[in-house]
């Protein structure tokens, strides 16, 4: 069964794998085809929709004008966008940091960084809730803020909070990479003449470029993918499309938020082939 | 990949008066994570500190907290109220602990079998398996359970083709309600966290030497034998990581139980979640939670001494 070299597939793990690839991608493939679904209810498959000028892709077209769902749409893309250049920014720093210095409270700092891996997302999202009322209101009773002025759950908070949940992980990524790094090529452009920053801008950042940008794209998807601390750091005029669709659920999710999910793969799909491309050209 | 995680002062072979002072104090290292840090107190260590204080404390008619110091909301979670000894919210952490098994277990059983085949394909199609592992992951974790409900509702998919399948046998066939249901949630949860325990088996399948079957081969070991004896071993890293991946998501969700579960099926998740938003009792959600963090905590802690720490988690 299995060859000498270590390497190749049976029929049966063949067969195996299939079966868990069809498991992953069933429930994608519905949620395309229903895009497609003449009922608005869309609950029964009701056969090809083909109607106005759009013909078979008119829940696509409804979608454009659906506010309420590009608002969302628009809103997770500012977040996630945020998050992943705070947070790709600030755990590169501290990769660096945790893997080439020794500085006092160097095992506390990372026991703190990596405690956000094992805290069931539940426990951080309301903690940051209660800490965000009791500092919010503290302030706003401070300083007499009344009506629209007063502080409240947003963008801004769902974004911080993003970053604190995804930090961890570009960490992590980061360091992997910095495990095999020759720090002699460092301090060869140092002897150059090249002041620290330059180093780093023409050394360090491009041998580590691989792994920052893991992280990166680790941390936009975990930020898109979130629901849980979204939920309790959102505020009115931060739908994200999670917490619109979550909404919707309760009642009737119209063929548009299919239309949306498909659009969405697609383009992360043609965004990673891109990448895929590019990596392996260099 | 091991972290690690041993000091590597850069030794410049020209040191000047500066470098040996930063090296010394680790100023420059301290400066560098320090942002990282901060924001790790003001959203991590603080909001958990407040989650604590709240705990112990009590709400008032409108459901503002009142700080004070009450082990109140705790007794009451292990069921000791002044009526006498009530389960009911044991029996809900219970129910939660009982789903993570399951759910690890189911996802251990899917995932193995994916990474091994993708660890032995040929090198330059595993990227584009793994690809496709985490394609799933980029709708979103609300969508995801949204298709499911599509496929498991009485009028849904899987009753759809079930019934076709009768039609063509000449068979009567009635629609199950598939959905909502604690199976649906169990098949939910599993459906979620897959791709979480897929990525590190396959990384410690992967990192497996060829020599090792060849070796067990020319010892007279059988397929079957190579792999209890060779292959699983190795690969136990993986799962121990995977594990923690997937145990601790699940065990905190209340969203997957909410929809798939029709509110039937209620969790520790949910049961925080209501004291928050329907309830209006943020110290017992507080007290929940707390429970909550040190059963992963404990989960976290035995689990990693047991099996060895996950280096896969930290070596990404």
Redesign the interface.
Known sequence: ??S??????TRF??A??FL??L??????F??IL?SFNESRT????EGFVNRGPCGPFYWYCQLLRNDDVLEAARNTLIIASLTTLISTT??T??A???????????RV??G??Y??????????G??????FS?VFGWINSALGLTGGNRLSMGMTTII??H??FT?P?V???V??RL?GFD?SV??AA??LGANEWTTFRRVTLPIIAPGVL?GAMLAF?LS?????ITF?TSGPGSTT??IY??GL?RRI?TPE?NAL?TI??LS??VL?LIY?WIERRD | ?????Q????????QTWGDRLRER?????????S???L??????????G??II?SFGQRDADGNVIYTFTLENYARLLGITPEGFDPLYMRIMWRSLVLAFQTTILVIL??Y??A???A???QQRR?IYL?????????????????????L?N???LN?VIGWIAGLLGMDYTPIDFYPSQGAVLVGMV?EF??FMILPIYTSLEK???????AA?DLGA???R??LRVTLPLSLPGMTAGT?LVF??V?????VSD?LGGRQVILV?NL??RQ?LDARN?PF??AA??I??VL??IF?LYYTRRFGFGEE????
């Open positions: 069964m299995i000498r070299s270590g390497s190749g597939n793990t063949t195996m794998a868990v690839y498991f992953l991608y069933v429930p994608i519905v949620l229903y869309n609950i029964v498959f600030l755990g720093m501290a660096i940091a945790l893997q080439r210095y020794g500085f006092f409270g160097k700092s990372e703190a960084i405690t956000p891996i094992v805290t069931p997302e539940i426990v951080m309301i903690g940051i809730l209660v800490f009791a911080v909070s970053v604190a930090i992980f960490i992590l990524t360091r992997a495990v720090p460092e301090e140092k002897d893991a998807t898109l993918d979130d629901f849980i309790f499309l999670p669709v979550y659920l999710v938020v999910s969405w793969i992360v799909f990673v895929q | 990949m091991a972290v690690d995680t000091l590597q002062p850069a030794t410049p072979a020209k104090t680790g100023l420059q290292g301290f400066l560098l994570v942002p990282t840090l924001w790790m107190l003001l959203l991590l260590i603080i909001p958990l407040l989650t709240t899917l995932a079998p994916l091994y085949f993708i032995r394909a040929p990227s690809f496709l592992v985490l394609v799933p992951l980029w709708t979103n974790f609300i969508i995801r359970i949204y298709a499911w409900v599509m496929i509702r009028q849904g998919v759809g459906y897959l791709p497996i030497e060829p020599v090792l079957y060849e081969a059988n397929a079957w190579t792999f923690i601790i998501p065990i905190g969700t209340f969203v929809i998740g925080i979640q928050f943020p959600g507080s939670s707390i909550l963090m992963t905590l976290t988690i930290r070596g990404g």
